[in-house]
């Protein structure tokens, strides 16, 4: 049997330099972090110190300066050609939707390599003096800001940057913008409701373009304001930077990787006057208390602009790994989301005569496992804080440079808490169908077909249409055949769905007999969604799988002219779909969890009837299957009852 390695996966990461200057910083008293923050600002000390000396006479303004010069170190600015034309590219696609394709190249750029401006030792008196001077304009004109301690109001208002964007005078352009336009919505103190107006005319003011298409750095302020381009990051900054203007205590939370989404996420959070942080993503829904931002998570973090010494200490401890917890910055917030009496202590089972042993928590990706939370192991236990339930984990440890499993793969249950362990043991046979989740979005668009029909006619209205099939229920499969009892001749055919949803449908084709090609004919449909080529009745009939038509009305259909009346022995179709149900004719591999990694249970090709069927699986164990045909989206998944359970919702084990 073969073995996959696990792999930790790299992330932005301290340098060496710095992480030793701030551990030497976060490790002296407070008096002596001001000086070497100063020591490490060089030939721009005199600047930091003409902003202490403004502030001499003002106690509160005198240590906000502090704590942004004793924090500063650890920040910069990036810089270089690239970026110069990754803006102009991002500014082409804002006002077009296209962009120079010689500028494809920066897709992939690492744009971690450029140039490091450290703000030590480069920003100007006047620059901070300003930025402090409306952080506390800010602070001290909304009727909520009584209720901001300094400490908060330090981090979700004070700070002058975010990440390594370029400084602007972001905060004195935007309150002159946007000061105004709060005064004329809203009157209140409510804080929630201030963020929610400002909010709500964000999004009427511009439509935001979502894109990831660039490995983009953070973005300058006034660029995200003027430009409404970027991935979930910029957005997130973008409304930080709006709500931070106008004393809307604001920061930006991130989960490192969903099992839901397979990708990493980052939103916003605003500070209610109760203490409590009500989080809220630009687009998707504005903030409410009592709601959260959907997704799973497993475990969430805060973006601060005071470096954390808790993260710090753990990238001392193991400076010579790289992660996605290599951001000195982060602070643990699970605890505001996923709160529980006491958070689970985890078995490392195999770790048990160990003791002070760093272990990470990690959730599946395919090329290895993604870090989101790590502690120390003593004696086979680890206690990883609050964690999200309902989730799949494996715990690992480094053992001669690689990663390895420290325990088996774990899961909160949400109903009592209680952690359920996936243990190999015993044998018996398994039947696949996916190798990753069906999604509610997906599944909502497979279901649009139920209730549709097939219809034949030889009117080109189809007023005299007949039903050579009528569909009742959800698609359990990606190729579907219908064999007609009692074959006619037909001139027109179609595809069309029920009175009350769109006409939604990936493939379609029509034939007269078992061997014979599909029908050709000219293409007849309502009109598509949008008017967008994404959506066109063609996509219907190219032979790709993953293209669809949909329409633009309700009932929504797609068919052809024959030209003359033809035999309909046959029809084949595709619903809208992901393409993870299992492909007749791709190469799989099922793969186990177990002491020594994944353990491979062999390769099979897809059968004709969509499934695998594997024997002698060990039970009880969590498993991946690998797809080496095609395709990105693999999820790891249980087996219970002759049913797949994905890392995605419950696992229901009695």
């Known amino acids: 049997m073969r073995t996959r390695d696990n792999f930790i996966y790299p992330a932005a990461f301290c340098h060496i330099g710095i992480l030793l200057l701030l551990v030497s910083l976060f490790s002296c008293s407070i008096p002596d972090r001001l000086e070497i923050a100063l020591q490490f600002a060089g030939d721009n000390r005199l600047e930091l110190e003409k902003v202490l000396v403004h502030y001499k006479d003002d106690s509160l303004k005198l240590r906000a300066a502090r704590f942004l010069i004793e924090n500063m170190p650890a920040h910069h600015s990036l810089s270089g050609n690239e970026l110069d034309s990754l803006y102009i590219v991002l500014s082409q696609y804002s006002d077009s939707s296209k962009y120079n394709n010689r500028y494809d190249y920066l897709k992939k750029y690492p744009f971690n390599n450029l140039y490091r401006q450290n703000d030590a030792k480069n920003i100007k008196a006047d620059y901070l003096i300003e930025n402090i001077d409306y952080s506390f304009r800010v602070w001290r004109e909304v009727p909520w800001g009584k209720y901001i301690s300094f400490d908060d109001f330090c981090e979700f208002i004070l700070p002058y940057r975010i990440k390594d964007e370029p400084l602007t005078h972001w905060k004195r352009d935007l309150y002159h913008r946007f000061r105004p336009v709060l005064d004329s919505l809203y009157h209140g103190s409510d804080v929630i409701q201030a963020c929610k107006c400002l909010n709500d005319y964000l999004k009427n003011e511009r439509d935001w373009k979502y894109s990831d298409d660039f490995n983009s750095p953070h973005l300058s302020a006034l660029f995200l304001v003027d430009k409404r381009i ?168 480094q053992k001669e440079g690689k990663m390895t499993p420290a325990g088996y793969p774990f899961q909160i249950e949400k109903w009592s808490g209680n952690v359920i362990y996936f243990r190999p043991e015993g044998e018996d046979s398994m039947i696949i169908t996916r190798k990753y989740p069906l999604h509610d979005g997906m599944q909502y668009m497979i279901e649009r077909m139920n209730h549709g029909r097939f219809e034949g006619a030889n009117r080109k209205d189809f007023s005299d249409a007949e039903t050579l099939c009528q569909l009742w229920k959800m698609s359990t499969s990606m190729f579907n055949e219908v064999k007609i009892k009692e074959p006619h001749k037909y001139r027109y055919v179609r595809y069309i769905s029920v009175d009350w949803e769109t006409g939604d449908i990936g493939e379609v084709a029509w034939y007269s007999d078992s061997i014979s090609p599909p029908l050709k004919g000219k293409l007849l449909s309502t009109p598509h969604y949008r008017n967008e080529p994404f959506f066109t009745p063609e996509n219907a009939m190219d032979g790709d799988p993953l293209t669809f038509f949909s329409s633009a009305v309700r009932p929504g259909w797609v068919g052809l002219d024959l030209g003359i009346p033809q035999l309909i022995s046959r029809i084949t179709y595709t619903p809208r779909n992901d393409d993870n149900f299992i492909r007749p004719h791709d190469l799989y591999e099922l793969y186990y969890f177990s002491e020594n990694g994944w353990i491979s249970l062999g390769k099979q090709y897809g059968d004709p009837k969509q499934r695998l069927v594997y024997y002698n699986v060990p039970q009880h164990a969590l498993y991946w299957l690998h797809n080496w045909t095609r395709g990105k989206e693999e999820q790891v998944f249980v087996y219970w009852n002759g049913r797949q359970y994905f890392n995605h919702g419950e696992v229901h084990l009695k």
């Open 230 to 397: 970027g991935d979930c990051n910029a957005l997130s900054d973008f409304v930080t930077y709006c709500m931070r203007s106008v004393g809307i205590p604001m920061v930006i939370d991130r989960y490192l990787w969903s099992p839901e989404y397979s990708s990493s996420h980052a939103w916003t959070a605003v500070l209610d006057t109760t203490g409590y942080a009500v989080s809220f993503s630009f687009g998707e829904h504005s903030p409410q208390r009592n709601t959260s931002v959907g997704r799973q998570k497993g475990k969430v973090y805060r973006s601060c602009y005071a470096v954390q010494k808790e993260r710090l200490e753990k990238l001392e401890a193991n400076s010579h790994i790289r992660s996605t917890l290599s951001d000195c910055f982060f602070k643990d917030v699970s605890s505001e989301y996923f709160p529980s009496s006491a958070p689970p202590v985890v078995k490392c089972d195999f770790l048990r005569n160990t003791k002070n042993t760093t272990v990470w928590m990690a959730l599946f990706r395919m090329n290895g496992w993604v870090p989101i939370g790590d502690t120390v192991c003593e004696n086979g236990e680890a206690n990883f804080g609050h964690m999200e339930p309902g989730i799949i984990y494996a715990t690992l440890y």
